[in-house]
């Protein structure tokens, strides 16, 4: 079975920086799509995006692209989110998730094995 754990949160200014690791156990992540997920307090659980079994593809949220990228290094069995230029908006609990499909899903429910999920606030 696979289990995933993010590492990296934390509280950080308006325009700071911030790196999040996925990583894995149970079973190799180079065989999984993995999507990172933003629930800001009192909200929907929403995409952030998505990378590709291979790491060849990756699809972004509107709100992430430009600011956010999403790497793996499946050697290490680990997937990473840095999150540049970060707002008040960014503020939630951030979950990675795992899916053995292809592409790059982007559905909550495409997804069947989750982290706990850190928490990251930005605030001035």
């Known amino acids: 079975q696979l289990h995933l754990v993010e590492s990296g949160g934390g509280m950080v200014h308006p325009g700071a920086s911030l790196k999040l690791s996925c990583t894995a156990s149970g079973r190799t992540i180079s065989t999984y799509a993995v999507g990172w997920f933003r629930q800001p307090p009192a909200q929907a659980r929403d995409f952030v995006g998505t990378?590709?079994?291979?790491?060849?593809?990756?699809s972004y949220a509107r709100s992430a692209q430009g600011r956010f990228t999403i790497s793996r290094h499946n050697a290490e069995n680990t997937v990473y989110l840095q999150m540049n230029n970060l707002t008040p908006e960014d503020t939630g609990v951030y979950y990675c998730?795992?899916?053995?499909?292809?592409?790059?899903?982007?559905?909550?429910?495409?997804?069947?094995?989750w982290g706990p999920g850190p928490h990251v606030t930005v605030s001035s």
């Open positions: 998730a795992a899916a053995a499909s292809p592409g790059t899903p982007l559905a909550v429910d495409a997804f069947p094995s």
């Open positions: 990378i590709s079994r291979s790491g060849l593809t990756t």
